[in-house]
């Protein structure tokens, strides 16, 4: 078999990670896995990060006269996602740049960017500016696309001429967040953990919290929201915070709030915080394309602190969760009788709760520990990047 020119020679592989902004996607799906594939194969691999590799100017967001593109020129593979903070042109633009100067690209996303639903925050955002027709470009101009789940890979596969892969998320286990002693309570707490682009998912919770707690009582369980926005430093209300002030709203439909507590978002290296604290974890969601996308990054936060996941049957959770065994699927109409039945037979079951997130540890430990698997996207660049020197040279 031919080998490659950089395996022959003995160089290091030569990964230039371009995350699209700082945020949460970002994070799982470039900068951790990057840092995670340097820390632990420095032998293989060189990492270099780069959040402009086009080196627009970043206060007008427009390009150079005479950009700095070494980075680019250096790198085998450039790893990127999404769409970039500075805007659509930008991201097309790099892509392109990228394609011509003949590199490995890796473009990766776990939101499905082609069909958002008509409620979600951006959707309007992505009409005016087609974004969507955008991001069908850019998995043409791909070499490699990844994305979490089958039921995403077959909804763009029509877009893409490349590979396209199936790469789960992952978290890193070996961070102080996810180790931390569990807590225990009296009562029994349940929790969700979401940002802002919920409106429609937490619409589906509308009454529950006063059904289960018209059953159990109030002084039996509590609930826990983890993620509104804090406030601005001069006090003022932004549009994040507004959204939260709607989930509130919707989550207290009908309820009283003596045992509802709010809790700030965390950023991504300590969100495994939020979940010590809880004995029980809700995931409800619409049905749409945009959530049925969906990875199962949520059980294997919750999982990791052996709390189990009550979720609607969307997304990919069902690969995972097991009724009354890891968890407990909602059948996707999202029935208010049938979400207060599980949460109230949950509630008063401490002894499931704790065997069932038991289970779902055992899985999340195995499955979903980048530590345990990462050396796998070396192996698989390897042999996408010999591939495409063979096609070249045939």
């Known amino acids: 078999m031919v080998k490659v020119s950089y395996e022959t020679e003995k160089k290091k592989l030569k990964i230039l990670a371009c995350p699209a902004n700082k945020g949460g996607c970002a994070y799982y799906r470039v900068i951790m896995p990057a840092e995670k594939l340097q820390e632990l194969y420095p032998d293989r691999i060189e990492v270099r990060f780069n959040y402009n590799p086009l ?43 990228v394609k011509e100067q003949g590199k490995f690209i890796h473009y990766d996303t776990d939101d499905l960017l082609t069909n958002l639903y008509p409620e979600h925050k951006l959707f309007q955002v992505y ?24 039921k995403f890979a077959h909804r763009i596969s029509q877009y893409c001429t490349g590979t396209l892969a199936v790469i789960k998320n992952a978290i890193d286990f070996n961070l102080d967040c996810w180790n931390a002693p569990k807590t225990e309570a009296k009562v ?26 018209r059953t159990v009582g109030t002084k039996k369980n509590h609930w826990i929201f983890m993620g509104r926005p804090p406030k601005t430093p001069d006090g003022s209300r932004n549009w994040e915070q507004e959204v939260w002030d709607e989930y509130e709203r919707n989550f207290l439909t009908g309820a ?20 010590k604290d809880l004995d029980i974890a809700i995931a409800p969601l619409q049905m749409n394309d ?31 969760i097991k009724n009354y065994e890891t ?68």
């Open 188 to 213: 029994t707490r349940i929790g969700w953990a979401g940002g802002i682009h919920h409106r429609v998912d937490v619409q589906q919770f509308r009454g529950v919290i006063a059904g289960v707690n």
């Open 127 to 150: 009409t005016d500016q087609k974004l969507s027709e955008l991001t069908k470009h850019l998995y043409n101009m791909a070499d490699l696309v990844s994305v979490t789940q089958n």
């Open 256 to 275: 009283k709030h003596p045992n509802v507590t709010w809790v700030h978002a965390l950023p991504p290296n300590m969100y495994g915080f939020l979940y």
């Open 290 to 320: 945009f959530n049925d996308s969906k990875s199962e990054i949520k059980l294997m936060e919750c999982g990791r602190y052996g709390v189990p996941l009550v979720c609607t049957n969307v997304g990919c959770y069902e690969e995972v």
């Open 55 to 97: 080196d627009w100017d970043e206060t007008t967001r427009q390009p150079k006269q005479e950009p700095n593109l070494s980075d680019i020129e250096w790198a085998d593979v450039v790893f990127t996602q999404n769409i970039h903070q500075f805007g659509g042109p930008y991201t097309y633009s790099f892509m392109r740049y």
């Open 327 to 394: 968890g407990y699927l909602i059948p996707e109409e999202n029935d208010k009788k049938e979400w207060v039945r599980v949460l109230n037979k949950l509630s008063k079951d401490k002894q499931l709760v704790k065997e069932m997130g038991q289970n779902l540890k055992k899985v999340v430990d195995e499955r979903y520990d980048i530590n345990k698997h990462i050396h796998l996207r070396i192996d698989f660049y390897e042999r996408l990047l010999e591939e495409k020197q063979i096609a070249a040279t045939s």
